[in-house]
């Protein structure tokens, strides 16, 4: 079993940033892939951004130079810190983590860019 545990979200004014934090515990066997996905009310869930065992990085086109994932392999936790937030980031984000050939998902966490 694995669990996965997002913190911080909240409610930001546009331009304003947040930090999100996803911990992973349970039994996971060495460096695993990890991420972000999003899905707005009405929408598909979609990538925000991951992180491969060795740093690679992928990102969403809409969040390149404005979202950075980092991860803490001795931790298994992975950040997203969002700068420049936009009304168009809201969303619920979920953290993601891939140990083949299952997926695993976080809760989600309410992320509301609105003045």
């Known amino acids: 079993q694995v669990q996965l545990v997002e913190s911080g979200g909240g409610l930001v004014q546009p331009g304003g940033s947040l930090r999100l934090t996803c911990a992973a515990s349970g039994s996971i066997f060495s460096i695993r892939p990890m991420g972000w996905y999003r899905q707005a009310s009405g929408e598909q869930r979609e990538l925000v951004a991951r992180i491969g065992q060795y740093g690679i990085t992928d990102y969403a086109d809409s969040v390149k130079g404005r979202f950075t994932i980092s991860r803490d392999n001795a931790k298994n936790t992975v950040y997203l810190q969002m700068n420049n937030l936009k009304p168009e980031d809201t969303a619920v984000y979920y953290c993601?983590?891939?140990?083949?050939?299952?997926?695993?998902w976080g809760q989600g966490t309410q992320v509301t860019v609105s003045s």
């Open positions: 993601w983590l891939y140990m083949g050939p299952n997926d695993y």
